[in-house]
Structures are given as structure tokens and as C-alpha cells.
């Protein structure tokens, strides 16, 4: 089976320019989370959805990103502008969650790199 | 204050080694709990969960002590492969899975 798909796998833009980075998560899953990875900060959970709706987006650091699951097999986060301190690597997740049981597992894809000179 | 802390090593060890990470967490209403393993450049995978009543998984042992907001990992016969970082994991999303995670300890194991 496919697991969670990103794209790109590596980005490297000048700042000011417009990142958009892509998710695939695992068929049938319902629920789709976005992190970021620093050295300083660790995984930080961006946004998340069940069944394409964003359930909570408080992790968003501010308006220059957005995120959007137009349906339940694909999922965009946006950045713009881009920014050098947002050059992190940013995972996309997703997890099955049934009547509110959640499990704790998300499966991971193998991330986004972006570098923002 | 961070709302998972752990320490970030790095914890070397010879094969053959036990050792135990520790993680505390913040937020009382925190429902479950996990360790996930990442290796370097690569994305995390679940581990294991952590119950109350301890649990084990071959040579891993999870502890939960919800009183003291502990949680605890203990590896046993460590092998070259157990080289990774290991991020403690707190579910504070009630139905939804909202992990937070921590930093992470990393563990070098040697020959």
C-alpha cells in the first residue's frame, strides 16, 4: 500500500516567493495533520482536519500560511510570503479515526525540506 | 514552559546496554500517550503506546505515571539499530489524534 505522499521533497526559493507544498494521504484514512520540523523547535503541529475539515489551525504561526484539503485524497499548505525563518521540514500525517477513538498513530510522509534564502 | 519536555541527550551506550528516557508533560487532560522513533533525515514512526499499567513490547518497556505527569521508556539489550532519536508523544486532542510532541533524546548505541 502507499503510504503518505509529499511533494516536493526538497524547495529552495527566495524569500518573498510563494511555497506551495503537497499532500496525498493514505486512502481511507479521515484525518490529515501538517508539522514542521526544526532543530530549535521540534515537530510542531501546524493545522489538522477530519474528514477534510480544519478542526484546529492555533498551530499556524501567522497569516502568511494556509492550508486547504479540497478533498479527502489531497491536501496543499501555502506559504506567502515566504520567509528565511521558515525553512524547516514540513510533514504531512494522516491517521483513521473512528466514532472519536483515536489510536495515536499517524503515519508520516517522508517530508518537505524547504530551504528560504 | 514546552508541553512535552524530555532531555535531548545525546545518551551513548555501548551495545548490550539498557537505558531509560524520561519525558514530562504539562497539560493534566491529556488522554494518551506514545513514544515514536525517528531516524536521522527520515520522518517519525509510532513505537509504541504507554499505559498505566506499564507495558512491554519485546526489549521496550513504556511506564505512565499520571500523578507525577511522567512517562518513561526503558530499552533492554540495546542493539546498533535502536539508534535514533525517540520523541515522547501526549494526545491532547480527545477523539482526534492532536499529538504534541517533544524535542526528542537522541541514543547513539556503539560496538
Known amino acids: 500500500d502507499a503510504g503518505v505522499i509529499q511533494s516536493p521533497r526538497h524547495e529552495v526559493t527566495e524569500m518573498g516567493q510563494e511555497v506551495t507544498l503537497r499532500c496525498k494521504p493514505i486512502s481511507g484514512h479521515n484525518s490529515l495533520f501538517w508539522y514542521r520540523q526544526t532543530m530549535m523547535r521540534g515537530l510542531e503541529l501546524l493545522i489538522y482536519f477530519n474528514n477534510n475539515v480544519p478542526i484546529d489551525d492555533s498551530g499556524m504561526p501567522e497569516d502568511r500560511f494556509s492550508a486547504k484539503m479540497p478533498n479527502a485524497s489531497f491536501s496543499t499548505l501555502k506559504i506567502q510570503p515566504s520567509e528565511p525563518r521558515d525553512s524547516a521540514v514540513y510533514f504531512c500525517a494522516s491517521s483513521l479515526v473512528w466514532d472519536r477513538r483515536a489510536t495515536g498513530e499517524l503515519f508520516f510522509g517522508e517530508g518537505s525540506r524547504l530551504t528560504v534564502l | 514552559r514546552k508541553e512535552v519536555e524530555q532531555d535531548p541527550g545525546p545518551f551513548n ?34 513505537l509504541m503506546s504507554v499505559y498505566s499499567s506499564g507495558n512491554e513490547d519485546g526489549r521496550f518497556t513504556a511506564q505512565l505515571n499520571r500523578a507525577s505527569q511522567y512517562i518513561s521508556l526503558l530499552i533492554r539489550d540495546s542493539k546498533l539499530s535502536d539508534s535514533a532519536t525517540y520523541l515522547c508523544v501526549v494526545n491532547i486532542g480527545g477523539g482526534y489524534n492532536k499529538l504534541i510532541f517533544g524535542a526528542g533524546t537522541r541514543l547513539a548505541v556503539h560496538p
Request: aromatic letters at 18%.
Open chain 2, 13 to 46: 551506550v555501548p551495545e548490550g546496554a539498557t537505558v531509560a528516557f524520561n519525558c514530562t508533560y504539562s497539560n493534566s487532560a491529556s488522554q494518551s500517550f506514545f513514544w515514536y522513533r525517528q531516524d536521522c533525515r527520515k520522518e517519525p514512526k509510532l
